[in-house]
Nanobody
Framework: QVQLVESGGGLVQPGGSLRLSCAASGFTLDYYAIGWFRQAPGKEREGVSCISKSGGSTYYADSVKGRFTISRDNAKNTVYLQMNSLKPEDTAVYYC??????????????????WGKGTLVTVSS
């Protein structure tokens, strides 16, 4: 069955870095766009970044542009989110999601159909 498992979250000081991983199984990762989302307490879910099936196209929310980088290694069935210059407002549960298509629609995959359970990122001194 399709599974997405996030890892790499934790506690980091402002200005620090983390790399999140999304390990995919049960489907051929090469065919689909993958997105990262986050949800902070009391806030709506936000699309953070999206990467097309080949990695040739990437998209970012304005709030993370220039600080976060999405990448993928289809041979390892894994998508990454490198997060630098972290701010307290980046604190959230981060989720990865599989798109139903190979491309992104803005900073989200087109037609998300599977989600991971999330990993918590806390940015605090």
């Amino acid at each position: 069955q399709v599974q997405l498992v996030e890892s790499g979250g934790g506690l980091v000081q402002p200005g620090g870095s983390l790399r999140l991983s999304c390990a995919a199984s049960g489907f051929t990762l090469d065919y689909y766009a993958i997105g990262w989302f986050r949800q902070a307490p009391g806030k709506e879910r936000e699309g953070v970044s999206c990467i097309s099936k080949s990695g040739g196209s990437t998209y970012y929310a304005d709030s993370v542009k220039g600080r976060f980088t999405i990448s993928r290694d289809n041979a390892k069935n894994t998508v990454y989110l490198q997060m630098n210059s972290l701010k307290p407002e980046d604190t959230a549960v981060y989720y990865c999601a599989k798109g139903a298509y190979s491309y992104c629609s803005g900073s989200q995959p087109r037609g998300m159909d599977y989600w991971g359970k999330g990993t918590l990122v806390t940015v605090s001194s």
